[in-house]
């Protein structure tokens, strides 16, 4: 929020304070200060400020106010005039090709002289016609055969904004001869509004906390009270009613009436403020409703009211505003010529005719206030804030008011804030208010009363804080507090909602008391409490185990969203395959169709992010580790964890030295597992499978105990069609649930043996069938202690061996732990391992 220091002084004295002062004691008690933008102040008088600040200084001496009194044209310039000015002491005249001046050439003395900002020579300001801010130094030159040495400014030029387009007409008070600096001379600071302090985005809450912060008095806004007496026959109730439909969307609505005002530009000091906060002048109704916003927090919407009486059905009757939710397909055309199709989650304000505001968001086009308006119904609101964020993020409106309404505007602030901004209306419109308010507040929000102690302040602080002090504290946020039997008993404001009750409340307490006294009032102490004892995470240690182990055999963790739709899951079967109708958990409030549930499969997700980077890498090998969610009727999801891994690619990165074109296949896969498992000590076997995502043929489970702990393999041709992928893909998916809980607690380990190992290879002829972990599970189990080590370094085939065979060769080590082995010895493994693979497998050995 963009916060002007001339209106902050309007509710507390700060001029004795610099802006980055006034920063400092925001950004400690919980509203950051992110920029400071200084017009026309001095610039802060130190550098160890710690904020960033930009903006220029006027010159007290050669930036004043000045009164222009006629506007004559250029001898030799059409687009240029000659403006005789007065400074408060000299007489000038001053070249200018101000497009606004234009309608006042040639008339003459002028009957009022326009006040102006003027800059005398030799004066620093920026420069209008240039990109960005440059500065730039008055100096006296010809233009078109007239001396010119000074100019009457734009806001550019003395960085209120970026308008250039015309020079800046003061208000009619503004006394000539004062510099410029003292007569609107600002400092905007950028404030960061945090959720839990929504109640604070208006220059009042600003000042608020200011006052508190600083022990100043708080001058709080102008209503005169007087005006709002309604004597039922001539006022407002007879002419307006209120119906709410639901009181749980719309707690509060309140109308106010003005009668006979005249649109016209606001005065030259609100359109300013309005600027440096932000939002752009429109004319002085809309920028009441703006300006009135900004200053005390409640955003207002203006309905031209001769409209609303002419949609009346009856002529005689009286005009009925209701609140509502819009029918499926309705619609609205709002006040940025858009015709909105509507839901039935959007609220809407109507009239007897049909909507003609969407709650809370963006006002209807055929009653907004026109330049033919004579009369206008105000409307201030209390909204459920969660449905007008949903609204403003349906409608994709972003704006003030929703910005505001979405973080929660209590109820109370209406009533205040109508009053102000029909206060505003007849000061800058001449209008006259009708008597009475139109006030329908079914829901008024509980009011919570926090009980706390001075033992309290003291655990949750650290410091010891008398309740007296504490109470003397939250009274200057205009809590309500009493000191009963040593407890301090605490209502909040009716403007917050953000204290709660019971231990909550307390803590929210505890927040506004530590926030006044000051954090770094605060001394560091050490834990009192004895530590909590420390518990380990089985599973969660495991879990990153697993991380670290797949990050070790290269591949790159990833991290997808939760949320996915169907069809993407879909996409994991070939085009002609059967979609299975398996249930999925549904958002309620879903961010976009496609992820409008909750995931069912892990892979999915995987390989979603192969895709999306499949044509910006040589090679991918990914894995991730995350949960997936089955419905459990009338309960929470089960949410059981998956691993799952893909990768793609070129085995090798390109160089000069490595084979082109060798992508990875099945046994890259495979060997990533195996390492995998025998990290994790678990004895798996691997067995053809079959899977819908994965190639007939080049598909496996991995098998513990008889029990599958997930599949890998190729994905189908037909799947990988329904991606954009460039390479085959090869993928794995585990059940996490049950790969950790096999991990075994231990295991046995033994030391380095000191005695030298004998190596050996065998080649054996088997049946092709035969897979190659029975022959290697059967020597393994056969060679006993001594065989250290089994590994299949060649797999031949040919018609030498006869057809359907196979001829597998591995090496063996083998070592023993108690003395050297002989070739004997060796010789007497290697017999009993050929003997018992002719016996139970039919091999032969293959000379």
């Known amino acids: 929020m963009k916060l002007p220091l001339s209106w902050l002084q309007d509710f507390v004295h700060l001029s004795d304070l610099e802006a980055v002062d006034i920063a400092r004691l925001l950004t400690m008690a919980g509203m950051e200060v992110e920029d400071i933008q200084i017009a026309g102040l001095p610039m802060p008088s130190r550098d160890d400020h710690g904020f960033k600040v930009s903006g220029i200084t006027w010159d007290k001496e050669k930036i004043v106010v000045a009164e222009i009194s006629a506007v004559n044209p250029h001898p030799n310039a059409d ?9 408060g002491q000299v007489n000038h005249t001053v070249l200018t090709g101000a497009p606004n001046l234009f309608p006042f050439k040639g008339l003459g003395k002028l009957e009022k002289p326009i006040k102006v900002a003027y800059a ?7 420069d209008g016609h240039a990109d960005g801010l440059v500065l730039t130094t008055l100096k006296r030159a010809k233009i078109r055969g007239v001396e010119s040495y000074s100019m009457v400014c734009s806001e550019k030029e003395l960085g209120i904004s970026e308008e250039h387009e015309g020079v800046i007409f003061l208000d009619e008070d503004a006394p000539t001869g004062m510099p410029l600096a003292d007569y609107m001379g600002d400092a ?7 959720p839990n302090m929504a109640r604070n985005a208006n220059v009042l809450g600003i000042a608020r906390e200011l006052a508190a912060l600083t022990g100043r008095e708080l001058r709080k806004p102008t209503m005169d009270d007087g005006q709002w007496t309604d004597d039922t026959v001539n006022g407002l109730s007879s002419l307006v009613k209120i119906e709410i439909a639901n009181p749980e969307l719309n707690p509060r609505f309140t109308l106010g009436l003005i009668r006979d005002v005249e649109i016209k530009p606001s005065p030259y000091w609100v359109q300013r403020r309005l600027r440096a906060a932000g939002m752009r002048p429109i004319s002085n109704i809309v920028d009441a409703t703006n300006y009135t916003m900004l200053e005390i927090g409640e955003p207002l919407h203006a309905f031209d009211y001769d409209v609303l009486v002419g949609r009346v059905a009856n002529p005689s ?19 940025d010529n858009v015709e909105r199709t509507l839901t039935e989650s959007n609220v809407l304000v109507c009239d007897s005719a049909g909507p003609i505001s969407l709650a809370g968001v963006m006002g209807g086009a055929e009653t907004e206030v026109s330049d033919k308006t004579v009369n206008i119904l105000l409307e201030a609101a209390a909204w459920n804030f969660i449905n007008i964020r949903r609204t403003a993020n349906q409608h994709n409106l972003p704006s003030e008011a929703s910005f505001r309404f979405s973080r929660g505007v209590h109820p109370d602030v209406a009533l205040d804030g109508l009053k102000r901004c029909l206060y505003w209306m007849s000061q800058w419109s001449g209008g006259k208010i009708a008597p009475g308010i139109v006030d ?36 200057r946020l205009e809590f309500a507090c009493q000191i009963t039997n040593h407890q301090l008993q605490v209502t909040p404001p009716p403007f917050r909602m953000d204290i709660g009750e019971g231990i909550i409340g307390k803590a929210d307490v505890m927040e506004e008391i530590a926030r006044l006294y000051g954090y770094d009032n605060i001394p560091e102490t050490l834990m009192a409490d004895p530590l909590p004892p420390q518990r380990g995470n089985p599973g969660l240690e495991a879990e990153n185990r697993l991380r670290d182990l797949l990050a070790a055999l290269g591949l790159q963790e990833i991290i997808t969203h939760r949320m996915t739709a169907p069809e993407i899951e879909n996409r994991l079967l070939p085009p002609n395959s059967e979609v299975s109708n398996i249930e999925y958990v549904k958002l309620a409030n879903a961010i976009a169709p496609e992820k409008r549930v909750l995931r069912r499969s ?27 969610y089955i419905p459990n009727p009338g309960q929470l999801p089960d949410e059981p964890r998956r691993l799952s891994i893909a990768i793609t690619g070129r085995r090798y990165e390109s160089a000069w030295d490595t084979k082109v074109g060798v992508k990875v296949d099945f046994y890259d896969l495979k060997g990533i597992l195996e390492a995998l498992m025998d990290a994790l000590h678990l004895d798996v076997t691997y067995t053809p499978a079959e899977h819908p995502s994965f190639h007939p043929g080049k598909c496996a489970a991995v098998v513990l105990n008889g029990s599958s702990l997930g599949v890998f393999g190729e994905l189908h041709p037909l799947v990988q069609e329904n991606y954009d992928f460039v390479s085959p893909v090869l993928a794995a998916e585990f059940d996490l649930e049950a790969v950790l809980a096999a991990v075994p607690p231990g295991y046995p380990i033994r030391p380095v043996s000191e005695f030298p190992p004998v190596l050996e290879d065998i080649a054996v002829i088997v049946d092709e069938v035969l897979p190659a972990d029975r022959v290697e599970a059967l020597i393994k189990q056969t060679g006993g202690k001594m065989l250290e080590s089994v590994h299949l370094f060649d797999v031949f085939r040919s018609e030498q061996i006869g057809a359907g065979k196979k001829s597998l060769a591995y090496a063996l080590t083998y070592r023993s732990y108690e003395g050297t082995l002989t070739d004997k010895d060796a010789a007497g493994i290697r017999s009993r391992i050929i003997k018992r693979l002719e016996n139970e497998l039919g091999a032969k050995l293959r000379s």
């Open 188 to 194: 905007v600071l950028e404030v960061k509004i945090n």
């Open 79 to 87: 687009r240029l005039t000659l403006c005789e000015l007065f400074d």
């Open 120 to 126: 005398k020579e030799g004066a620093q300001i920026y």
């Open 317 to 335: 009757g009286s005009v009925v505003i209701s609140t509502r939710t819009a029918q499926p397909g309705e619609k609205l055309t709002t006040l």
């Open 602 to 628: 892990l892979l999915s997700s995987v390989l979603n992010v192969v895709e999306r980077n499949a044509r910006l890498r040589e090679s991918l090998a990914m894995f991730e580790i995350g949960s997936v």
């Open 440 to 475: 329908n507040y079914p829901l008024p929000p509980k009011t919570p009363v926090v009980e706390i102690t001075a033992k309290d302040i003291k655990r949750a602080l650290g410091v010891e804080i008398p309740l007296e002090k504490a109470q003397e504290l939250l009274e």
